[in-house]
């Protein structure tokens, strides 16, 4: 069972952590590479020398016998869509935090920022199949819930299917939006469709490690758990050799990943539950503003 009164003080710890690192210059980094999903009709004017002569709107110009021109304004409001992986995996953290807690705190930081900018708000959260989906909406009231949601799956032991998740986003979400995949991509067989969204969406996403799911501290025999599978292992961690193969399946994983995110024009924040996040997020609307 969830402890109701820890997870509220989780999710205000959260909200004043966030909040203290949303600033106006990243609001406005966010605003600027977050482009609205067009433009719309703002209002009719009288025509100023310079004018593009293709924006004269004829009919009020018959009608009142001055030029006038149609102005338009971007069409700002984007819809945001969290899609965040509660599996078993996310339970691990060898620190002062889980990954499923970064999972909540990076998209704590993200909504905040996406609702200063009067964007919609949305969640999948999953595991190998949808746990939750929640409709997007404004408000900031709408940013703690989700944090309380991530938090509160944090005790499942299911495993990760991608593909699912992917999948029922493509079909609840017709119209282009924002989507920022929160995962440790513990998982097989999602490329193709990761590719088929990405091409539907504005897809970012955010792959969530541990220090030690790529390097093994030397302590001698330790047993180990899959926090989804549930399998025991005993692993014999004062051999060199053992812990020099295991940091090498991590980072050949690792550069996988990564490449596989670059091939695909798929933007990605790398994040660790050992290290800050806020200048990788920086770092990504930056490289972002570039293009």
């Known amino acids: 069972m969830i402890d109701t009164t820890e997870l509220m003080k989780q999710v205000g710890r959260i909200k004043i952590l966030t909040a203290h690192l949303i600033d106006d210059r990243l609001a406005g980094d966010y605003h600027s590479v977050f482009k609205g ?31 006038h021109v149609k102005r338009f304004s971007e069409e ?17 953290g060898s620190g002062t935090r889980s990954k499923s807690e970064l999972a909540a705190e990076i998209t704590s930081l993200l909504a905040m920022t996406a609702i200063r900018n ?61 989507v920022f995949l929160v995962s440790d991509f513990q998982d097989n067989n999602y490329e193709k469709e990761l590719r088929v969204t990405a091409r539907r969406h504005d897809v970012i996403a955010c792959p969530i490690s541990d220090p030690c799911e790529h390097e093994l501290p030397d302590v001698g025999l330790v047993e180990m758990q899959d926090p989804e599978s549930g399998e025991l292992l005993l692993v014999d961690t004062s051999s060199s050799s053992v812990r020099r ?36 997020v920086r770092a990504l609307f930056r490289r972002r503003a570039k293009k």
Request: hydrophobic residues 35%; neutral net charge.
């Open 118 to 178: 009067q964007d919609k708000i949305g969640l999948i959260l999953f595991t190998d199949r949808i746990l939750k989906s929640i409709p997007p909406r404004k408000g900031r009231t709408s940013v703690m819930r989700l944090v309380r949601e991530v938090l509160a799956a944090d005790e499942t032991r299911e495993g990760t299917d991608i593909t699912v998740a992917l999948r029922f986003l493509n079909n609840v979400q017709k119209r282009k939006a924002v």
């Open 37 to 67: 999903q067009g433009v719309e009709f703002d209002e009719v004017r009288p025509y100023i020398p310079g004018d593009d002569v293709r924006s004269i709107d004829w009919n009020v110009t018959a009608r009142t016998g001055e030029p």
């Open 76 to 92: 700002r409001e984007l819809t945001v869509i969290f899609l965040v992986d509660v599996s078993g995996s996310q339970i691990f």
């Open 245 to 280: 193969e295991f940091m090498k399946k991590g980072t050949v994983e690792q550069e996988r990943l990564t490449q596989f995110f670059k091939r695909t024009g798929i933007d990605s924040i790398h994040l660790s539950t050992a290290k800050p996040y806020i200048d990788d």
